[in-house]
Nanobody, 121 residues
Framework: QVQLVESGGGLVQPGGSLRLSCAAS????????MGWYRQAPGKQRELVATITSAGRTNYADSVKGRFAISRDNAKNTAYLQMDSLKPEDTAVYYC???????????????WGQGTQVTVSS
């Protein structure tokens, strides 16, 4: 099996920063894209940022210039540096990874359990 464990969420004041981490473990041959998604109360889950195994990144317009996604392939870990946080960034943040469990296997999507980020004064 494959597990994704997020950490780093919490309560922060507007304008503050947080750094989320997502560590993948288990039966992993390779990881393709990794990404962060978020879901606010009463809203659908939305993409925040993604990063390919080669380091190519993609961001939602709402976080461009404020958030930065990165990854450490040797540690199977992705990070999300969040600066200049706004109240509208409040949500549960989920990590996603496209994982191959063997060279011959197809890529399957895995999700973490989510970590709460609350931006409030």
């Amino acid at each position: 099996q494959v597990q994704l464990v997020e950490s780093g969420g919490g309560l922060v004041q507007p304008g503050g920063s947080l750094r989320l981490s997502c560590a993948a473990s288990g039966s992993i041959f390779s990881i393709n894209a990794m990404g962060w998604y978020r879901q606010a109360p009463g809203k659908q889950r939305e993409l925040v940022a993604t990063i390919t195994s080669a380091g190519r990144t993609n961001y939602a317009d709402s976080v461009k210039g404020r958030f930065a996604i990165s990854r450490d392939n040797a540690k199977n870990t992705a990070y999300l540096q969040m600066d200049s946080l706004k109240p509208e960034d409040t949500a549960v943040y989920y990590c996603n990874a496209g994982v191959k469990r063997a060279a011959w296997a197809r890529t399957s999507d895995y999700w973490g359990q989510g970590t709460q980020v609350t931006v409030s004064s």
